[in-house]
């Protein structure tokens, strides 16, 4: 790709985090493929100085990177599945949704949020281009177009009353499309919701692991809003979330639509202003940070490696394979990693060919430390795995900085 910006097209020559070459972050591998080339693509990040969008430099085709047996399931994580619950039950009640609406989820995955709107009679429809995750939501009873949304897809589908789409807007490679597609499908007092990690939040607590080339953008509220804009659409509230490590919910809609604008956006953007995201100086100072907390635990596992003690690690999450990538991390310092998908057992991650075992194994050998790869639900885990504790492991979290407890 030329180096020119996603959305305003501006040349770009302000680099934010160089994490070298790596495999797609959720390609997972059988035994069979450890004997084959290993395909990897340069994982660099970049800021338009004019629009502030942080983007890849250089990026797969979506088809190599969500495949038919793309392995994320949403319904793995039971905190996640809980606040899918708590959103559905708010913007029912916000937007008085019943029986007459028309919903559309974008990026649906395996149903783990359509299927409240199911249980309250709210007609609702999934788009979702993964096949393995399209027919587990199928299963359950819920419409859902395997296709890539965009603009012109958008036109034929059905106009509908609310439009969601958490932790997708990071994912497109073509964001504008994308964003006209929610103008192109919205009734004229429809709502947009979406949620996604706030960079501002992954600037203050180093969560450079939450970077890989399946986000192929990094976005905050400053970067959204003139997104939405050149679309037709309007940012008219915004909430901060601790999912993810620290993410917004923002509200859209048609420019010329009811809505009022709440203080939230304003306040929001005013804050990024005051953190100086419309600086050089927020941004190039990255690069330092991810290679400290990198180092940081290098030297932790090395020296647990020097003591004899034993590490294994949980979640076989993009979070891991970044951390392990950059780090240089093979079987030797963490020989093997759970996870409660079966869709992932005995498979091994990318780049660093780390075994993925069952959680069961954890019953038979427990080891001196166990390194939890997806930190923002290390309660859920904590909490799955309190025999553990009893034993005398030790959890240990990099990211932001190396937490042993």
């Known amino acids: 790709m030329t180096n020119e910006c996603r959305h305003c097209k501006r040349e770009l020559t302000l680099k934010f985090l160089d994490l070298g070459h790596a495999p797609p972050s959720n390609a997972y591998l059988t035994d069979e493929d450890l004997s084959r080339p290993e395909v990897t693509f340069p994982l660099r990040l970049w800021v338009c100085s004019s629009c502030r969008l942080v983007q890849t430099e250089d990026f797969a085709e979506a088809d190599q990177l969500f495949t038919e047996d793309y392995a994320y399931f949403s319904s793995t994580s039971k905190s996640w599945l809980a606040h899918a619950a708590e959103y559905v039950d708010m913007i029912v009640e916000r937007l008085s949704l ?29 788009v979702e281009p993964t096949k393995s995750t399209a027919e587990a939501a199928e299963a359950l009873g819920i419409s859902v177009l395997q296709e890539f949304f965009g603009e012109e897809m958008a036109k034929a589908l059905p106009q509908a009353d609310l439009i969601l789409g958490n932790n997708v807007y990071a994912h497109v490679p073509d964001i504008n499309d994308f964003t006209l597609g929610f103008s192109a499908a919205l009734k004229p007092q429809g709502v947009v919701t979406l949620e996604f990690p706030h960079l501002m939040r992954l600037v203050e607590f180093n969560q450079f692991d939450t970077v890989y080339h399946e986000h ?190």
């Open 216 to 405: 192929f953008s990094y976005l905050s509220l400053l970067s959204v809003t003139k997104i939405m804009a050149s679309a037709g659409l309007r940012v008219f509230d915004v909430e901060e979330l601790p999912t993810h490590g620290g993410s917004l919910r923002v509200y859209a809609c048609l420019e010329q639509a009811d809505h009022a604008s709440r203080s939230s956006v304003a306040e929001l953007l005013a804050e990024e202003r005051r953190r100086g995201m419309e600086e050089d100086n927020f941004y190039s100072a990255f690069q330092s940070k991810a290679e400290s907390v990198r180092n940081e635990f290098l030297r932790f596992l090395l020296d647990a490696r020097r003591d004899g003690k034993s590490v294994a690690a949980y979640g076989a999450a993009a979070k891991g394979n970044t951390l392990a990538n950059f780090a240089g991390i093979k079987p030797d310092l963490i020989p093997f990693v759970c996870d409660a998908a079966a869709s992932k057992q005995g498979k091994y991650l990318p780049g660093s060919h780390i075994p993925i075992r069952p959680p069961s194994v954890l019953d038979l050998e427990w080891p001196d430390y166990l390194v939890v790869f997806p930190w923002n639900i290390m309660p859920e885990v904590r909490a799955q795995l309190t025999e553990l504790s009893g034993l005398g492991t030790k959890f240990v979290t990099a990211v932001p900085r190396l937490k042993i407890s």
């Open 98 to 126: 019943n029986s007459e609406s028309h919903v559309i989820e974008v990026a649906s995955n395996d149903g783990y949020l359509l299927k409240n709107f199911l249980e309250k009679d709210i007609p609702c429809l999934g």
